[in-house]
Nanobody
């Protein structure tokens, strides 16, 4: 079993910043990548940013230059520094881990419970 615990969401004014954190715990054998996805009301969940075990990053176009994803391998933790936030960034942000956990012999996706980010204009 694995648990992904997120923190750092909240309410911020446009132009402000927030930092999200997500720590994975449990019987983790290996992590291929970790990342963040978001889902706004009435929309599908979509990629925000991901980072591989080797440190390669990928961002959705609308957050490039504003968001920075980073990780601490020793802590199985991924961070998302969000700057210059705008109301279009308002969504529930979900932490994602792709990896192998104890008792499961294949690579699988695991999700956190989500944290709300609200940006006021």
């Amino acid at each position: 079993q694995v648990q992904l615990v997120e923190s750092g969401g909240g309410l911020v004014q446009a132009g402000g910043s927030l930092r999200l954190s997500c720590t994975a715990s449990g019987s983790i054998f290996s992590i291929n990548s970790m990342g963040w996805y978001r889902q706004a009301p009435g929309q599908q969940r979509g990629l925000v940013a991901t980072i591989t075990g080797g440190g390669s990053t990928n961002y959705r176009d609308s957050v490039k230059g504003r968001f920075i994803i980073s990780k601490d391998n020793a802590k199985n933790t991924v961070y998302l520094q969000m700057n210059s936030l705008n109301p279009e960034d308002t969504a529930v942000y979900y932490c994602n881990m792709v990896g192998i956990v104890g008792g499961v012999s294949v690579v699988a996706n695991y999700w956190g419970q989500g944290t709300q980010v609200t940006v006021s204009s």
